[in-house]
């Protein structure tokens, strides 16, 4: 039986041996495509078993390659949080590589498919890499590598005005992240204590003696650039710009698993380096997560491009997870290891269905883009008709996300709550006092999903079609597509089934991180009932709820079958009035209008109505025209005055440039006067 | 003599699908009563859901299967509720499978189905419904959630067995914490049932309409399991407040005299809480729809000052 880590020494191998072998194949598109994509989910299933394996046993291993700078080798290593990522990574690896397949040749011959597939294995092995690192060097490099990916597949469609300047807002952000990373980096290794060439290893970092001021800045420092990665508001301006425009399979891979990679990056630094921390550092985490949640599903609500939702739900999931972090941050603060281990079950646990869910509802977007070539909701409908596979299959995905049982989201969502509901626990009154309002904001945040997704599956599959190109020219997509997106969906089906099982594989990350176990009480009365604290404070048994579900529906069904009674099919019923037409259905923007009214003033809503009086009868409105804009507020507070302020100081600047050679000479000779005297 | 506790679970499925169209009958009965009108007789229910199982389906040329498929989730799901939510016995094996959370999000999936299945033929009304109907649903929820958390934290669980053993053992003072929570629950639970000042049952003017606007195009047996299971949410509605707030009377075990006596504890507890709710309906008129924000932010507010209080007094 070869080590886990060479099984994910492997992966990453393949993985890179198929972006330089990529060209190779370039004169046979076809084979070009299912081989390296095919090759691709290979990969990323054996970084599965990798990952699967060090967290069931719990192991470490680390290895120092060879690689690297003189004196400066890269180093390795796989510990049960770094295999719970690659879980999460090799997955939706896997989900997504064959899901590409299909989807990629849907490009036709319309451009080179061989730039998607080298950045497709390269972004694949750089996220690999990112959890494998095991010093600030190789981590950095890994980091790049993954942004650099992800901003040549966001600028795949390079022709439009729209996905270059999503591209370099992205690339500009994740710049911003990655420095402060960096610093995070320095400040962490200066203070380890250990000779300059030494401290750049995890090792050192790990028992490194930090002064209370020095950890915190090392701690916010890559907060904040694992935010900006992350899409935490108020960073995650990039998100809905990007990942709209990426092709699907790489919006699928970047939301459901990329920004995941930040969410490991902070367990390492909390829990893994710095272990100390007071509890407000979790407080801080606990605040921007629940207004990531609350703000990113309010946004989610107000949009009508279909990958822009999703984008927005992305800063949602990514506010449930930061949610449970914190929360775990502030019980491990009071020394509560096996709280502190529910709540960062229930944020892992988010993690890894949140990939999966958004992946799915992410590669049902692109087969409806695939099928319609339209993003913008309002030119849908009813396509459930028209595409009976993939409708079903983003059903899941929408009930997943809308932490309805019997699926994935809601075991997360309910983990998180039951950590909310033990808070009372700490010896702090205030936080007792607040911590359970947090609560409240989460039921806020999984309601608002859920109308959310009402809206999105009832305006994209329901209804009737109401786009201008003929509907039956709309067909589902093919097999490969098919079988990732139904892949995903079991596993959010298995998930949300199997809670105890997962948990209790689970159950070796806090262990090592914050000391503390689930398992003895999570998996007490069988795989049948998930009890995290103790029997009598809280149960939940997921197959019970899809038997009994099952059952109850079944047995109604069958016992009003028994009787034949006929239905009949006529037209809708339209009030006796012309015959309804797809116009009069309601849009997206008007299912939410309820919400926009009530909410608006988090927005910057304009709506304007104008009416354009009839020809002939002057008193009569001829047509209306309505216009809405909604603006996301963060873009104006916080990066129109910061993008203003550069190009100030760059005029400012710029005077300099006078295009005189006398004058620069002239500088050249103050230069050289200011040095002398402060040398002097 | 004691009843196994199978036997209890499947007595209360019994009772909770028999009775709650009696339920629904004595509060329509008490409605008209107070309002002066001839009442159709406590049974009418009944006869109601006779006819529409006996009549055939009319369906529009484009429902799709989903719309075909909610009425049985819708009734499925509601059943399951029943099974969970300790009416006459604590003593319940299947409670376990659901804690109090676990139970709103069940009646989160009736709702996400009944609102999908409102958008599935593309008329104006259905989407209407829809949409009120979830934007009401997210304004109530986290209040809801805050109510039920007073009186879990009180009981330090949200296992509902555990909850109303804790509250029906405990001495009767009346805790201000509770009684906040209890006022909240009382406005989320005529949202969320659909009553007066939220939504009107008996109305089918197009511009008011919320729930009967997502349901308008079902006919026959479909028509008939949504009606049942909006019965059987009604009385779940009021036996989750009843055993979150006064479950004295309950039996702990599965002797067949407590029981009885449980049982007559029930039905008490649900005809005084019946006259309460005609009481509000009667006396309140319908909300614009742009005013619902306000009752149910002071649903939430009650709420946490429920939670305020148990942290500062107890």
């Known amino acids: 039986m070869p080590a886990a880590l060479d099984i994910a020494g492997f992966s990453v191998l393949l993985l890179l041996v198929l972006a330089v072998a990529a060209p190779l194949f370039r004169p046979v598109r076809t084979l070009q495509i299912t081989l390296v994509f095919s090759l691709a989910a290979v990969a990323s299933l054996a970084a599965v078993v990798a990952g699967v394996m060090t967290v069931a046993d719990g192991s470490v291993a680390s290895a120092a390659m060879t690689l690297g700078l003189p004196g400066l080798p890269f180093h390795l290593r796989l510990d049960p949080l770094a295999g719970f990522f690659l879980v999460v990574i090799g997955l939706m690896g896997f989900f997504v590589s064959i899901y590409s397949i299909g989807y990629v040749k849907g490009y036709g011959g319309q451009r080179s498919m061989t730039q998607m597939i080298c950045f497709y294995t390269l972004f694949l092995a750089g996220m690999l890499l990112v959890v494998l690192a095991d010093d600030a060097y190789f981590f950095l490099v890994a980091w790049e590598l993954m942004a650099a990916a992800s901003y040549f597949l966001v600028m795949y469609e390079d022709e439009k005005g729209e996905n270059r300047r999503a591209a370099f807002l992205y690339l500009l952000i994740a710049h911003v992240g990655a420095l402060a990373i960096l610093l995070a980096f320095g400040v962490m290794a200066g203070q380890s204590g250990r000779p300059v060439f030494d401290g750049y290893t995890f090792d050192a970092m790990r028992t490194a003696q930090l002064t209370p001021g020095w950890a915190a800045a090392a701690f916010f420092l890559a907060f904040f650039g694992f935010a900006a990665k992350a899409g935490v508001i108020p960073l995650h301006v990039w998100l809905p710009e990007a990942h709209p425009v990426a092709p699907s399979n790489i919006s699928a891979l970047m939301s459901g698993v990329m920004l995941k990679t930040s969410i490991y990056g902070i367990c390492r630094f909390a829990f893994d380096f710095i272990k100390e921390f007071p509890w407000w550092w979790g407080g801080i985490v606990l605040v921007l997560g629940l207004i990531s949640a609350v703000m990113g599903v309010l946004y989610a609500l107000m949009q009508h491009d279909l990958k822009r939702l999703l984008a927005y739900h992305s800063v949602e999931n990514i506010g449930i997870i930061l949610i449970g972090l914190g929360l775990s941050m502030i019980f491990a603060a009071f020394h509560l290891p096996t709280l502190a281990a529910l709540a960062l079950v229930a944020a892992l646990y988010h993690t890894l269905n949140h990939a999966v869910f958004k992946g799915l509802l992410f590669m049902g977007a692109g087969a409806v883009l695939h099928a319609t070539h339209e993003r913008n909701m309002e030119e849908m409908g009813g396509l459930i008709h028209r595409m009976p596979w993939t409708a079903p299959l983003f059903l899941v995905g929408c009930v997943s996300i809308s932490a309805l049982p019997p699926f994935n989201g809601f075991v997360s969502e309910w983990l998180t709550f039951q950590a909310f509901l033990l808070s009372p626990s700490l010896p702090h009154p205030l936080l007792k006092l607040l911590i359970p309002l947090g609560a409240a904001m989460l039921a806020l945040t999984g309601a608002l999903a859920a109308a959310c997704f009402v809206k999105v599956f009832g305006v994209v599959f329901l209804g009737q079609w109401r786009g201008h190109q003929k509907r039956e020219r709309i067909h589902e997509v093919g097999p490969s597509m098919r079988a990732g997106m139904l892949l995903a969906s079991i596993s959010c089906l298995l998930l949300g089934i199997f809670p105890t099982w997962v948990i209790g594989w689970l159950d070796t990350i806090p262990e090592q991180l914050c000391g503390g176990r689930l398992a003895e009480s999570a998996g007490k009365f069988g795989w049948m009932w998930l009890t995290p604290i103790a029997h009598g404070r809280a149960s939940y048994s997921g197959p019970m709820v899809f038997i009994g579900i099952l059952a109850v529906v079944a047995v109604t069904w069958l016992l009003l079958h028994a009787r034949a009674t006929s239905s009949r099919r006529v037209p809708i019923w339209d009030c006796g009035f012309a015959r309804l037409t797809p116009r009069m259905q309601y849009t997206a923007s008007a299912f939410s209008m309820p919400i926009r009214r009530v909410l608006g003033f988090l927005f910057a809503v304009r709506e304007q109505v104008e009416v354009v009086p009839h020809t002939n009868h002057p008193s009569l409105p001829g047509s209306l025209q309505y216009r809405l804009r909604i603006r996301d507020r963060f873009w104006n507070w916080l990066y129109v005055p910061q993008g203003d302020a550069a190009y100030w100081i760059a005029r400012q600047v710029g005077k300099l440039q006078q295009g005189r050679i006398q004058i620069y000479l002239l500088y050249s000779f103050v230069t050289l006067i200011v040095l002398l005297v402060f040398l002097g | ?314």
């Open chain 2, 1 to 314: 003599m004691s009843l196994h506790p199978f036997v209890i679970e499947l007595l209360q499925f019994a009772l909770l699908l028999g009775l709650a169209p009696a339920f629904a009958g004595w509060v329509k009965v008490l409605k008209c009563r107070v309002q002066g009108r001839t009442a159709p007789g406590i049974l009418q229910p009944y006869r109601d859901i006779r006819r529409l199982f006996g009549k055939d389906i009319v369906l529009a040329e484009n429902a799709s299967w989903l719309f075909r498929f909610t009425p049985y989730l819708t009734f499925g799901v509601t059943a399951i509720a029943a099974g969970i939510i300790p009416l006459i016995s604590v003593d319940l094996p299947l409670s376990a499978t659901a804690d109090v959370i676990a139970l709103v999000m069940l009646f989160g999936i009736v709702r996400f189905f009944t609102a999908l299945a409102g958008m599935d033929i593309g008329t104006a009304f259905g989407g209407m419904g829809s949409s009120r109907e979830m934007t009401i649903a997210s304004l109530a929820e986290p209040a809801m959630l805050m109510a039920i958390f007073t009186v879990s934290l009180a009981s330090n669980s949200t296992s509902l067995t555990q909850m109303v053993s804790v509250m029906a053992h405990s001495e009767f003072v009346i805790r201000p914490s509770l009684a906040f929570a209890l006022a909240a629950f009382i406005l989320i639970a005529l949202a969320e049932t659909g009553r007066i000042p939220v939504d009107n049952p008996a109305t089918h003017l197009e511009l008011t309409m919320i729930h009967e606007a997502m349901i308008l195009e079902y006919s026959g047996r479909h028509l008939a399991l949504i009606e049942w299971a909006g019965m059987m949410k009604l009385t779940l509605f009021f036996a989750l407040g009843i055993a979150a707030f006064c479950p004295w009377g309950i039996a702990t075990g599965g002797d067949t005299g407590l029981l009885l006596l449980a049982l007559v504890a029930l039905a008490a507890k649900l005809v005084v809480g019946a006259c309460i709710m005609v009481l509000i309906e009667t006396g309140l008129a319908k909300l614009r729809i742009f005013r619902l924000p306000e009752f149910l932010g002071s649903a939430f507010l009650l709420a946490t000052l429920g939670m305020i209080a148990f942290f500062i007094l107890e």
